[in-house]
């Protein structure tokens, strides 16, 4: 197993190419989720003070 995650000398290199790619991929996500959400917020909180 030891071999396996080291890889031939090249495992920190790989397995870092791993990890900013997952974090790369989890933001793309995250990201548009976030600003739809807040934007979602925002419209709800702006309708409210026309109502009042």
């Known amino acids: 197993m030891n071999e396996f ?3 031939g000398g090249h495992g920190p290199y790989v ?3 791993y990890a900013i790619t997952l974090i790369v ?3 793309n996500v995250l ?3 976030l600003a ?3 934007l ?3 419209e709800a909180r702006r309708r409210r003070r ?3």
């Open 15 to 17: 397995w870092s190419a």
């Open 5 to 7: 995650f080291a890889m």
């Open 50 to 52: 026309e109502v009042v």
């Open 31 to 33: 990201q548009p989720w």
């Open 40 to 42: 979602v917020n925002e």
């Open 36 to 38: 739809r959400r807040r």
């Open 25 to 27: 991929l989890s933001l």
